[in-house]
Nanobody, 128 residues
Framework: QVQLVESGGGLVQAGGSLRLSCAAS?????????????MGWFRQAPGKEREFIAA????????YYADSVKGRFTISRDNDKNTVYLQMISLKPEDTAVYYC????????????????WGQGTQVTVSS
């Protein structure tokens, strides 16, 4: 069972920045297993469907972004900490949502239902 824990959400003014973290449990992720996974970030605003934001393939650092966040959000990873980050700059009120980390094997996809493992989410609120 994969366990993911997000942190770093909060309240920020429009134009500000936040960095979200997603830590994978060392008890469930061996180094070799983790290296074959894709880590994704999604968000869900009230009354809206869960939306793909970005993903990174652990093995080769391949990344993919939604058009809505390109140039403002950056996904990265830390091998030693088994942690994935989402650096967000130039935040807008429409970025307000609960942000989720997710994991799946091998292939980057943008469909939430194709990710079997999810964190509990962290709230990001951007005030105007």
């Amino acid at each position: 069972q994969v366990q993911l824990v997000e942190s770093g959400g909060g309240l920020v003014q429009a134009g500000g920045s936040l960095r979200l973290s997603c830590a994978a449990s060392e008890r469930t992720f061996s180094s070799s297993t983790f290296s074959s996974y894709v880590m994704g970030w999604f968000r869900q605003a009230p009354g809206k469907e869960r939306e793909f934001i970005a993903a990174i393939r652990w093995a080769d650092y391949n990344t993919y972004y939604a058009d809505s966040v390109k140039g403002r959000f950056t996904i990265s990873r830390d091998n030693d900490k088994n942690t994935v980050y989402l650096q967000m700059i130039s935040l807008k009120p429409e970025d307000t949502a609960v942000y989720y980390c997710a994991a799946r094997p091998l292939v980057i996809t943008t469909t939430p239902t194709e990710y079997p493992y999810w964190g509990q989410g962290t709230q990001v609120t951007v005030s105007s």
